[in-house]
Structure formats: C-alpha cells, structure tokens
C-alpha cells in the first residue's frame, strides 16, 4: 500500500476523531436552544433540495459536536453565511475536502509526500475560505440594503407605527438578507424576548459596523426618549455619504489592490508551469541537501505573503 494512502487514512481518521471528541465543555444557552426549535426549523433535520433528510452520521456527530464551544463557533459562522449545513456535515466536509486535495496532490505531484501534506492543509481551509467567502458577501449585501430599510422603518414610525412594527415591515417588505434577519428579530421579540437581547442577537449574526451605530441609537432612545425617526433619518443620511465615500476611495485605489493581488500570484504560477514544463529543474529544490531548498521556497512564502499584506495595508483606508 502506498505510504500515501496510509498517512492520508490516518489523518481522515484523526480529523474525524477531532471533530467529534472536542472536550471544551461550554453549553449552548436554553435560550438559544428553545430559539431554534421555533426560528431555524428549516435547519433541524432539514429536507435538503432532493427532499432527502441529512443522514444517520450527520446527525449524529452534530449532536455530539454543537454543544461545544468548537461547535458554538461553527454554528456562528454557518449562520452569518446563510449556509444551510448542520455542524456535523460541516466537519465532514473539511475531512473530505482535507483528503481529496492530498490525494490530487500527491496524483499530480509524481508522488511527493510534501505536497500531498501540504495539499491536505490546503483542503482543511478551503471550507473555511468559502464559508468565510459568503460572510462577506452575505454582509456587503445587508450594510447596502440598510439605508433603505432605515428609510422604510423612519416612514413607518412616522405614519404612527411602533418600533416593532416598522421592523415586521422590513420583514416583509425588503428583499434577503435583511428582511431574513429582522423577522427573525421579531419573532423572537414575540417569543418574550426584549428588543435589546433581540438587537444584540441580530448584530451578533450580522457584525456590521453601520448596523451596531443604528442598533445603538435605537437602544439609547428607549432609555432616554426622543424623536427615533428623525434618529433614524440622521444615521441613513451619514450611512450612504460613508458607502458613497467608501466607493470612490476603493476606485482611486483599486489599482494598488490589484497590482498586490498580481504580484503574489505571479510567482506561485510561475513555479507551477515551470514545474509541468521542466519538473527536473524545480526538482533541483527538493535534492539533497532537501533542507537548504525547503528554506528557500519557505523564505519566498514568507515575503510573498509579507509584500501582499504591506500593499494591502498601503491601499486599505479607514473611514
């Protein structure tokens, strides 16, 4: 049996024992768990787009791995993404991915054991980058819908309708992911929960910097009093000029972002066509002494990875 096959068997294997065997202890709140029988319905033992319901091994290791802080993170991420994975499909997705590369790897490599590990490391990110992916896209699709839904809950409350009210119109009048999340809002306000705990609850699963200042002045007026709509009003206004500002400053200085995005990918290409057109001369890394050529390609790594944060840095303006 090719080493291969063994080492990559035996690390399935012990990632799949990790998954399931985390020992930090911390507990899910009662609240949540009574929350989520009522709000994420969709997501217990959910019928997928088949109609197929999630299998024995998936349930199972969610019910084992949820409950820990390793899968209170999980769980986090999964909702802030909108991906409809159990926690347990999730860890099984990062094994199978985890094998899969090493395999390709180690496949279109000629064998070599160090790039099946490192394609093993590369697999273990991958659903992580693409979970990490639609977070982002999940949350620049909500900051641009805030102004408007910050204009449809002034005109609500204007028109005589009470907090609470002017949220279930966003519910059900603006497009997702927004009127996803302030449903939820409502729902669990109608479940006994107060509008601050349900606020903290909805900026826990949208971190956005807008939202926590609309979330904030919110909170204020119900202590101190005041007129919320023209609250809400002010901080629409300052929210577009800053998205407007935001945007002219991403034109002026797109060309930085991408020269930085071309220059760090440059090399690694380069290395890979050299490696399918003259494997004999990138070979020359890996003679003996092995050692002086691992430095060397862990040095170009190192500043590969060090110039795309400087120019990242360069071009990155905080408004």
């Known amino acids: 049996?090719?080493?291969?096959?063994?080492?990559?068997?035996?690390?399935?294997?012990?990632?799949?024992?990790?998954?399931?065997?985390?020992?930090?202890?911390?507990?899910?709140?009662?609240?949540?768990?009574?929350?989520?029988?009522?709000?994420?319905?969709?997501?217990?033992?959910?019928?997928?787009?088949?109609?197929?319901r999630p299998t024995a091994l998936a349930s199972w290791l969610t019910e084992r791995v949820e409950t820990t802080n390793f899968g209170e993170r999980i769980s986090r991420d999964l909702a802030r993404a909108d991906l409809k994975f159990k926690t347990g499909e999730y860890v099984a997705l990062i094994v199978i991915s985890s094998v899969l590369t090493a395999f390709l790897s180690y496949f279109f490599f000629g064998g070599s054991i160090i790039f099946a590990v490192g394609g093993l490391v590369f697999g273990m990110f991958l659903p992580r980058f693409y979970v990490r992916y639609q977070q982002n896209q999940r949350l620049r699709r909500f900051n641009d819908q805030l102004p408007d839904m910050l204009n449809l809950m002034v005109n609500g409350l204007r028109t005589g309708f009470s907090a609470m009210q002017a949220m279930e119109a966003v519910g059900e009048e603006m497009p997702a992911p927004i009127s996803d999340e302030f449903r939820r809002v409502v729902q669990e306000m109608q479940l006994g929960i107060s509008m601050e705990q349900a606020l903290d609850n909805l900026y826990r699963r949208i971190p956005s910097d807008d939202l926590d200042l609309a979330i904030t002045a919110i909170n204020i007026q119900r202590e101190v009093g005041g007129n919320l709509a023209e609250i809400l009003n002010t901080i629409s206004y300052t929210i577009r000029e800053r998205i407007r500002i935001i945007g002219e400053v991403k034109a002026v200085t797109a060309q930085v972002a991408y020269s930085g995005r071309f220059l760090a990918l440059m090399p690694v290409v380069m290395s890979l066509v050299l490696w399918g057109l003259n494997r004999e001369y990138m070979g020359q890394f890996f003679q003996e002494p092995r050692i002086c050529g691992i430095i060397m390609l862990s040095l170009a790594g190192i500043m590969l990875v060090i110039g795309y944060a400087v120019l990242n840095k360069i071009g990155t303006i905080e408004i």
């Open 1 to 52: 049996m090719p080493p291969f096959l063994v080492i990559g068997g035996a690390l399935a294997v012990v990632l799949l024992l990790v998954g399931i065997a985390v020992t930090l202890t911390s507990q899910r709140s009662l609240i949540d768990e009574r929350l989520d029988s009522y709000l994420d319905e969709e997501l217990q033992y959910r019928d997928d787009g088949d109609g197929q």
